[in-house]
């Protein structure tokens, strides 16, 4: 596996930064929802280091559920428009708060695929949480209610993010130069 700084071009967010805005983001769920229960659904793999982070800051009552939503190719940059449901929720969750929790919207096509699929199911209310937006490459509409990063349109890995399945657990948010990017094989 190729060592991250041959490749790194910046880092556009830093682990501190991070840090700080998901305990920011916590903060304003736990008004928003004080006096309710809430059940947090991951959209798996990038999601899961935001989530942890996040969970260690909520104080209102939850319960943790996952979805996986494939709309992404192997080795692809961008997202097919098609995203397919691969793991649906456990949890039934009629009339229940539900928070998604996001590592990137880009497109807009998966977060907008999984709201009308889990919408369907009637909940209270559906809120999204999304570490990272990329309102340049948007092709469909999509309100975000907790929002880290508004970020450029550039190639970004690390703190979940990855790169043909690697580099998510690096602590912070940085971005690609392809032509120093050599693929695994």
Known sequence: MQDYHEFLGEVLITA?????????????????????ELIIVCILRG??????????HISVPFTLDFMAVSSYGVGARQSSGQPRIILDVN???RNRNVLLVEDIVDSG????AVIDFLSTRAPKCL?????????????????IDYLGFSIPDKFVFGYGLDIDEYYRGLPFIGTVM???????G
């Open 16 to 36: 501190e930064q991070i840090q700080k805005r998901v305990g920011e983001l916590a903060e304003q769920i736990n008004r928003d929802f004080q006096g309710e």
């Open 47 to 56: 999601g899961v280091l935001f989530l942890g982070d996040l969970i260690r």
């Open 91 to 93: 949890t039934d969750i």
């Open 109 to 112: 096509y998966t977060i907008k």
């Open 127 to 143: 809120r999204i949480c999304s570490l990272l937006d990329k309102p340049e490459r948007r092709e469909t509409p999509v309100h």
């Open 178 to 184: 392809a032509d120093k990017y050599h693929p695994p």
